[in-house]
């Protein structure tokens, strides 16, 4: 496969993970089938994206983001917070007011919208727009494209700021998403992106958060190669803890001189070390499916919390059934009654009893649900980085090794 954004041959692997089916393909019955496609991971030595092997699998992007996605960014009171400190300090610091044009992309069910005072409007392909439109955020279902900004340009006119949280990492065409960015936004606008940062991925050994729908791993390094072809500049980035461990890089075109930020994160890239990625996955999943056949043996209960896409992933790497773990339990209503795609196994709304244990999935959630369901005499245990048990007074088991 040659790379998506410089077309150098692609050689090197990061990791290899069989096959599974995309991760949020959620089952609506057990007769349904499914197709499961191979996930690889390689590393482009020209221009450092780390992109998901797509010469593996016939998938559209269409078909991952299908009108039915499930994923809802509101479930989650963190990171409606996050996104609400986001709006306040954007505001204040490049001055929005009811001139400014505000337009995100990828905006959900308007969780970041809803909070901004200036004329704004968000650009999502799938149903999660419909809710945002119950909270009375503009909502074009659409996915973002250079044609598409074309279009917005022609009609509603120039961005002073536009978002894109989460989003750069599943779009395949990653040149012309970004093209896109820079054909609408003001020549003094400024744009802003999140994604988890591949250095934590390495470092965290968060393997899980492989899957189809993400087409990229992004690095500062990267990142700055891509927006430089398209005609963008990064002049400051900040380290967020969202994610297990975020990057959030303001981008304008040209206009801003480079502050300190940008250097320090290129440097601290230097240092990720790529080989020994898959054996610490191997790690993280022998230590799973140990845990789940020792609670099995000794009789205990187990459930999980969170049908999260990374979740399904870590399933499907282990082989994990609902032999081993009966059911997950989810807040989502749109998962729930639902299979988890690959491993089958369903997403309950409530838990059946109080389990022995509890398997978080969403671990970079953890700290918000250990505080919802710390009331519970379960044990909660996650596995990334490391196997680690704990019950409400805090951690009492730490499998680490890393
Ligand atoms: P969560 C997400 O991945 C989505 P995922 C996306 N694919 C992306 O790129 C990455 O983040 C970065 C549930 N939950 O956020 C909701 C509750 O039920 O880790 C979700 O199903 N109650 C765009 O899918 C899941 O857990 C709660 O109180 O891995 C969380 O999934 C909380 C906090 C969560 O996303």
Not at 372 to 380: I, Q, R
């Amino acid at each position: 496969m040659r790379c998506r954004h410089c077309n150098h041959q692609l050689e090197k692997v990061l990791i290899d993970l069989g096959a599974c089916p995309p991760s949020n393909a959620y089952l609506h019955s057990l007769t349904e089938r499914e197709e499961h496609y191979p996930l690889r991971v390689l590393i482009c030595e020209n221009c450092w994206l780390v992109q998901t092997d797509i010469s593996l699998f016939t998938l559209g992007y269409d078909e991952l983001f299908t009108k039915d996605y499930p994923y809802f960014s509101s479930v989650s009171a963190d990171w409606v917070n996050h996104a609400k400190k986001y709006v306040e300090k954007i505001t204040e610091r490049f001055g929005l007011d009811q001139d400014s044009l505000t337009i995100e992309v990828g905006s959900n069910d308007g969780y970041l919208l809803q909070f901004m005072k200036t004329p704004c409007y968000g650009i999502e392909p799938t149903m999660t727009g419909e809710k945002a439109k119950e909270k009375g955020v503009m909502s074009c279902s659409n996915f973002f494209t250079s044609a598409f900004a074309e279009n917005a340009l022609h009609f509603q006119g120039p961005a002073d700021l536009m978002i894109a949280n989460n989003v750069l990492a599943h779009v395949p065409n990653i040149n012309d998403f970004v093209r896109g960015f820079s054909i609408l936004l003001k020549s003094d606008g400024v744009a802003t992106f999140e994604f988890p940062h591949l250095l934590h991925l390495i470092d965290g050994t968060q393997f899980d958060t492989i899957y189809h729908e993400h087409y990229s791993y992004l690095s500062l390094t990267a990142i700055m190669n891509i927006f430089k072809s398209q005609g963008l500049s990064v002049f400051d980035v900040e380290e967020l803890e969202t994610h297990g461990g975020s990057l959030r890089v303001y981008a304008d075109k040209g206009l801003r001189p480079e502050e300190s930020s940008v250097a320090k994160i290129l440097e601290k890239e230097k240092d990720i070390d790529y080989t020994a990625f898959q054996a610490k996955a191997d790690r993280v999943k022998n230590d799973f499916i140990g845990f789940l056949l020792r609670a099995k043996i000794e009789g205990k209960t187990v459930a999980g919390f969170g049908a999260a896409a990374k979740g399904n992933t870590l399933l499907n790497y282990s082989g994990v059934r609902s032999d081993l773990l009966p059911y997950v339990e989810d807040d989502t209503p749109a998962k729930q009654g639902k299979f988890l795609p690959g491993s089958r196994i369903i997403v309950r709304k409530e838990f059946a009893d109080v389990p022995d244990y509890v398997v978080i999935f969403p671990w970079n959630h953890k700290a918000e649900i250990m505080a919802k369901l710390g009331h519970m005499k379960s044990k909660f245990v996650t596995f990334i980085p490391d196997l680690e048990i704990a019950n409400s007074q805090g951690v009492y088991w730490y499998g680490g090794r890393h």
